[in-house]
């Protein structure tokens, strides 16, 4: 059946392939048991671009993205592809598509299922019901900001550098995000950054406070270095609500929590634009945070709730499917709370399972909640 929500899947490369494979069953679950239909165009990014085309992304490709409502990533890179140049790099596919649909808005709750709070490398005690938001700015920063680059000095040594660079307009409209989803939930906002050294923390800073008396007089907001951000993390993760925060502290933050919730394989994201001025709805892009994984790819090893909890994230943000949403993440509660594991969440007396085991589990699981 023809549908009218346009949906753009890129697997990529590595365990991408397996997850949005996976990925796949639960959309066709929708459409069959909730008459939930997507029109799905699908195409290569990253490596598996670069093989087939010569490039990471090719224009065409990023063309359709842009004219999707959403779009659904799995991951990108692998080591055959270390020696390329730069400019063909896998990952380079993956923050075109970011910067050209400017996806400013990166959202990636870390949340530790109930289930899981033994898996974590910390102890559960820690950890047990942790509900935290960490909102990275993913258009700006030391990824993007110009001058950058590699130059030759006339000592014959060269130089690398990059710009850490934010301007007002860009901290602005990722600190109206901040304050957006911490009043849907505890209306907390810790805003990090380095102005103790770096300028571009200096502007963050007065930013976020201008912004914040202008603005955000109903939410809570505070300020953290990011170095203590991450000491912070590890001792009480629980403290926090919304962290907002620049691209490159994002990225490491972000991963730092990750593994609070037990697993890498467990954490989503979705990145968003700035709402359509016709439909209100925001250019969006959906994507587990755990990269490619080359070294358990192609095994059925990979753990899939990430995808499974992106595609959520998709169902909510871009489609306005709260119920089914729901459905999606209980059926991932459910299939945890029954012991079934892959090896990254393994845990003495569960079930050890694989990508197609675990994707049965949670199918299962949508069954009963259904009936
Ligand atoms: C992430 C990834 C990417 C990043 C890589 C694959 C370019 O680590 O989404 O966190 O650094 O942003
Ligand atoms: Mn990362």
Not at 235 to 255: A, C, E, Y
Not at 358 to 365: F, K, N, P, S, Y
Request: hydrophobic residues 45%; charged residues 25%; glycine residues 10%.
């Amino acid at each position: 059946m023809a549908s009218n929500r346009k949906v753009m899947v890129l697997p990529g490369d590595g365990i991408g392939v397996e997850v949005m494979a996976a990925n796949m069953t639960v959309m066709e679950w929708l459409a069959k048991h909730k008459s939930l239909s997507f029109d799905v165009a699908q195409d290569q990014v990253g490596g598996a671009a670069y093989d087939a085309y010569g490039v990471p992304l090719r224009d065409e490709t990023l063309a359709d993205a842009i004219a999707a409502d959403a779009v659904l990533f799995g991951a990108v890179g692998g080591p055959q592809y270390d020696d390329l140049d730069f400019s063909l790099k896998p990952e380079r596919g993956l923050l075109a598509l970011r910067k050209e649909m400017d996806l400013f808005a990166n959202l990636r709750p870390a949340i530790v299922f109930d289930a899981l709070a033994e898996a974590s490398t910390l102890k559960p005690e820690i950890v047990s019901g942790l509900n935290i938001m960490i909102l990275r700015e993913l258009c700006g920063g030391s990824y993007f900001a110009e001058p950058r680059g590699i130059d030759e000095l006339p000592d014959g040594q060269k130089k690398g550098y990059d710009t850490n660079a934010y301007s007002t307009s860009e901290i602005e409209r990722i600190g109206r995000v901040a304050f957006e989803l911490a009043r849907k939930r505890d209306g907390r906002v810790t805003s990090v950054e380095k102005s103790n050294v770096m300028m571009s923390g200096v502007l963050w800073r007065d930013v976020m406070n201008a912004l914040h008396k202008a603005e955000g007089g109903d939410v809570a907001l505070s300020h953290m270095y990011a170095d203590n951000c991450a000491m912070q993390l590890v001792r009480n993760p629980r403290q926090f609500d919304v962290i907002v925060t620049d691209n490159l502290f994002g990225d490491l933050l972000s991963d730092c929590a990750a593994m609070l919730t037990g697993s890498l394989g467990m954490l989503p994201s979705a990145s968003l634009g700035a709402p359509d001025p016709d439909t209100g709805l925001p250019k969006a892009m959906y994507e587990p945070v755990h990269g490619s994984a080359p070294d358990i790819a192609g095994q059925n090893l990979a753990n899939p709730l990430a995808q499974f909890l992106s595609f959520a994230m998709m169902l909510r943000y871009s489609f306005g499917q709260g119920e089914e949403a729901d459905l999606v993440e209980a059926a991932v509660a459910d299939t945890l709370a029954s012991g079934k594991r892959t090896g990254d969440i393994m845990a003495p007396g569960c079930e050890q399972v694989g990508t197609d085991g675990m994707t049965e589990a949670v199918i299962d699981a949508m069954n009963r909640r259904a009936r």
